[in-house]
């Protein structure tokens, strides 16, 4: 699209009607988020902001956790994009005692935090490295916004435009707590969707200033250290406290973020920070900041990108590692990153009408995003490894319980990725069964998808409009297309551009013209670059936008026994609503007389099955990899 703003569409103008995504869209909405709610009555949150937690006697290792009001505020904004799309009374009436909670604990100028509150009061803003207030405040934003436009309701915007009227006085010119920023980016994005609700231009600007003071010297959290006195929330220990370069590139603080050039650190933070600085560059036409964006998309995207979209290979930092450094089995590739990279990505589209952001996008989503969930929407995985022994498993919750509420607001929001719209036309981002309502050129226009997608890449686009218009129709060519795309337009072939990896339909609509794209998907075998030590003579399977991997529970060894042959013909069964990548392969035999011996190994031929790598993990225990070892 041109330089003109875009913009998603508000998810009431969206309807999804689609054989992949409706029914997980609806475990998310029937499973999921009750699920979600009894945990959090259970679990301690609910609890906390009534001031009647208590720790367990029986366990001296039992602290309040510091972040379970963001907890609290993923599942409220999961529930309120839920109900933006369908009326849910008795839904409602939960978010709606959640609310209630906060604005109970909320104190009298406005502060919100239930652990500095009950436990620490004298401690307000004095640990910003280690104790997530502003990243709450950030989630809790975020929901208040969400619930707004889902509901009309000002019922939590109200309490969290007093704690960000709080904040900034306490962090603006002349504040207690001038110059500072958080330790865990969040709040950063979340006041930028607090100014676009509510049009008060110094949220804006206090996004602004903390994304700016972060790296400066001299280091504001060294300071905060030394006039606290205390080793801070972690009691000393684990990267994050560290003073030097590397526990700064931990929360992204060793630079500028103007400067920055390589993604480091903590793989959420990053995502968090570099969502932000996509939004404020937007907003405020900022070519520094868009700069360093993309400077630090190219460090991800050619350097740390798992083929299924995760990202962040350290476990020790929940984090990056050094270039190329992408390990299967002990790799992190954390659900929230995934989810942060989604987010991200979306808003450099946006910012850049580039549709190679929503290539990485989709790549997350199908494959590093949904692994994050089983089937079932009710157990979870916090770390997504590319290959497992037999003894990875999902879990029904965590301590630290940030993917599965984050997973959730992304499903329920689907509609905000579906599709873009600026003053010169429309872009389809993603492949969605459904509807969408525009306005364009002062009347409407309805645009409805067909497909079979992700299995198959024949899509029907209908457009309708109140009268003849010229706009343009944008869509997007997916990099993983096999073949050349065919466009038609009411049975005939189209003439289109491609600009910024998007066919250009531009012509003037008379409503009713069906529009026929056909995506070539084909089973490919891809293989990383030989600097990825983990893929190295090894190939992973994928079809159009779904990575596969192979189960133990669906082939004649385990995993580790299979070779791949080279140039063998994959072939695709779809069963069961998933499709299967079968190819042709070896079985390694283990052979008697000892650990070791010399001359060639036993083989046999066997037909290796995959399955797609979110679906992985649902059949019990088993060996894994996306990555499987190659003949010569």
Not at 80 to 99: G, T, Y
Not at 469 to 485: I, M
Request: with cysteine; glycine share 10%; aromatic share 10%.
């Amino acid at each position: 699209m041109s330089e003109s703003r875009r913009s998603p569409l508000p998810i009431p103008n969206v309807v999804i009607a689609d054989e992949f995504w409706s029914p997980r869209r609806q475990v998310v909405r029937a499973k999921t988020l009750p699920h979600q709610q009894e945990r959090l009555r259970e679990g301690g949150p609910f609890a906390a902001l009534r001031f009647e937690w208590r720790p367990d006697p029986d366990d001296d290792r039992e602290r309040f956790p510091i972040f379970w009001e963001s907890d609290v505020a993923k599942w409220i904004e999961a529930a309120s994009f839920a109900l933006a799309s369908e009326a849910d009374p008795a839904l409602e009436a939960a978010v709606d005692e959640a609310i209630a909670l906060l604005a109970g604990a909320q104190q009298e100028d406005g502060y919100l935090n239930a652990y500095f509150t009950a436990i620490k009061p004298e401690g307000r803003f004095t640990d910003l490295r280690d104790a997530h207030e502003l990243y709450c405040a950030g989630h809790l934003i975020e929901a208040a916004v969400a619930h707004f436009e889902a509901t009309g309701k000002t019922s939590l915007l109200d309490v969290m435009r007093r704690y960000a009227d709080l904040i900034d006085r306490e962090f603006g010119p002349g504040g207690s707590h001038e110059g500072g920023y958080d330790g865990h980016q969040e709040i950063e994005l979340a006041l930028v969707k607090l100014y676009r609700a509510t049009g008060e231009r110094r949220y804006l600007e206090l996004s602004l200033r903390l994304t700016d003071a972060r790296g400066t010297t001299p280091f504001f959290f060294d300071a905060e250290a030394l006039e606290r006195g205390t080793p801070g929330y972690w009691g000393g220990n684990g990267p994050i406290v560290r003073s030097d370069k590397r526990g700064r590139e931990y929360n992204q603080s060793h630079a500028p973020v103007r400067e920055q050039t390589e993604a480091v650190g903590h793989s959420v933070r990053a995502m968090y920070q570099y969502a932000a600085m996509a939004d404020l560059a937007l907003e405020l036409g900022d070519e520094g900041l868009r700069a360093a964006c993309e400077r630090l998309w190219r460090d991800l995207v050619d350097t740390k990108l798992y083929v299924t979209g995760g990202l962040g290979a350290d476990p020790s930092i929940e984090g990056f590692g050094p270039a190329f450094h992408l390990p299967d089995k002990d790799g992190y590739a954390e659900t929230c990153a995934a989810i942060g990279l989604v987010f991200w990505a979306h808003r450099m589209m946006l910012l850049t009408g580039e549709a190679t952001y929503v290539d990485v996008l989709e790549r997350a989503l199908y494959n590093g995003v949904l692994s994050g969930a089983s089937a079932d929407g009710t157990k979870y995985f916090y770390g997504n490894p590319l290959a497992s022994d037999g003894t990875v498993e999902r879990s029904d919750w965590f301590d630290c319980a940030c993917c599965p509420p984050n997973l959730a607001r992304l499903l329920t929001s689907l509609e905000h990725y579906v599709y873009a719209v600026g003053d010169d036309g429309i872009a389809v981002n993603l492949y969605v069964s459904g509807s969408a309502r525009f306005e364009l050129g002062g009347q409407r226009v309805s645009v409805a998808q067909s497909s079979a997608f992700p299995w198959d890449g024949a899509v029907s686009v209908e457009v309708e409009t109140e009268a003849p218009l010229r706009f343009a129709l944008r869509l997007r060519l997916p990099e993983w297309t096999t073949g050349d795309v065919a466009i038609e337009v009411d049975g005939a072939a189209a003439d289109f551009e491609v600009e910024r990896g998007y066919a250009v339909l531009d012509r003037t609509w008379r409503g009713g013209e069906r529009v026929g794209l056909v995506l070539p998907m084909g089973p490919v075998a891809v293989r990383a670059d030989a600097r990825v030590g983990a893929a190295h003579g090894k190939v992973a399977l994928q079809k159009g936008p779904i990575v596969h991997c192979v189960e133990e529970v669906d082939n004649e060894a385990p995993v580790p026994q299979l070779v791949i042959a080279r140039g063998g013909e994959p072939a695709v069964e779809h069963r069961e609503g998933l499709d299967r990548i079968t190819v042709p392969g070896l079985v390694d035999e283990p052979a008697a007389g000892g650990l070791y011996r010399t001359g060639a190994a036993p083989v046999r031929p066997t037909e290796i099955r995959t399955v797609p790598y979110f679906a992985w993990a649902n059949r019990g225990k088993g060996t894994m990899a996306v990555w499987v070892r190659e003949s010569l």
